[in-house]
C-alpha cells in the first residue's frame, strides 16, 4: 500500500535553531518527492522538488534530503526564524496508477522567540 | 504575473444544498488539480484536468464533480452536502503535469456544511 509518513506530528523550538523533519514513504514506483510549507489559512507553497536521482536540494534556509533506498527524505531547517512557523507537507509521487500523489499528513512546526 | 485564485474564499452551505468553487490557475498553466484538506485526512486529491478533459480521479463520491475551460479556468461542483464535506478545498496549477512539475496552490475555499 502506497502510504506517506511524517515524524514529528508537531515540533516546538526556539528562533534560531536547526530543526530536522522526517518523512519516510512505501510509494512505488517513484516517481518525485516534494516538500511544501503551509501557513495556517494558505494553500501549501512548493519548498523543493526531487527526483530519483537528486539526494539533496536547497531552498535556501530549506535543504530537503533523499535516500531513495530506504525511501527517507529530512527537511532541514536553519536558523529558524518566526515565520517558519507552519504545517511542512511531505508528497511522493508515483509513476503509474490512476492516483498518482501521496500526501503526508504533517509537520506542525512553532517556532517560539 | 498573478498567483492562483479561488472562489469564494469563504462558503457556508447546509446539508443537502450543492455548491460551486472556482479557481483560476496560472497564466500559461494548463493543469488544474483539486484537494480536499480536513484536518483529520489531511490533503486528499479530488481530480486533476488537463486541457478540458479529466485525467485522474481521486476516491470520492460522485457527489463531486469539476469541470475545466476553454480557457483553464475550473469550476468544482458538490451536490447533496453531508457534513462530512466540511473543509478546505485547495486548487493547484501547474504548466502541464502536476504529477511532474512544481504546483502551485491558491489560497483555497473554506466550506462550512451546517
Known amino acids: 500500500k502506497n502510504q506517506v509518513e511524517q515524524s514529528p506530528q508537531s515540533l516546538i523550538i526556539l528562533e534560531g535553531k536547526n530543526c530536522t523533519l522526517q518523512c519516510n514513504y512505501t510509494v512505488s514506483p517513484f516517481s518525485n518527492l516534494r516538500w511544501y510549507k503551509q501557513d495556517t489559512g494558505r494553500g501549501p507553497v512548493s519548498l523543493t522538488i526531487?527526483?530519483?536521482?537528486?539526494n539533496t536540494k536547497s531552498n535556501g534556509r530549506y535543504t530537503a534530503t533523499l535516500d531513495a533506498d530506504t525511501k527517507q527524505s529530512s527537511l532541514h531547517i536553519t536558523a529558524s526564524q518566526l515565520s517558519d512557523s507552519a504545517s511542512y507537507i511531505c508528497?511522493?509521487?508515483?509513476?503509474?496508477?490512476?492516483?498518482?500523489?501521496?500526501f503526508g499528513t504533517g509537520t506542525r512546526l512553532t517556532v517560539i522567540p | 504575473k498573478a498567483g492562483v485564485t479561488q472562489t469564494p474564499r469563504y462558503l457556508i452551505k447546509t446539508r443537502g444544498q450543492q455548491v460551486t468553487l472556482s479557481c483560476s490557475p496560472i497564466s500559461g498553466h494548463r493543469s488544474v488539480s483539486w484537494y480536499q484538506q480536513t484536518p483529520g485526512q489531511g490533503l486528499q486529491f479530488l481530480f486533476e484536468?488537463?486541457?478540458?478533459?479529466?485525467?485522474n480521479k481521486g476516491n470520492f463520491p460522485g457527489r463531486f464533480s469539476g469541470r475545466q475551460f476553454s480557457n483553464s479556468r475550473s469550476e468544482m461542483n458538490v451536490s447533496t452536502l453531508e457534513l462530512g464535506d466540511s473543509a478546505l478545498y485547495l486548487c493547484?496549477?501547474?504548466?502541464?503535469?502536476?504529477?511532474?512539475?512544481?504546483?502551485?496552490f491558491g489560497p483555497g475555499t473554506r466550506l462550512l456544511v451546517l
Open positions: 493547484a496549477s501547474s504548466l502541464i503535469n502536476g504529477e511532474r512539475e512544481t504546483q502551485y
Open positions: 508528497v511522493v509521487s508515483a509513476k503509474t496508477g490512476a492516483n498518482n500523489l501521496f
Open positions: 484536468y488537463f486541457s478540458e478533459t479529466q485525467r
Open positions: 526531487m527526483t530519483f536521482s537528486e
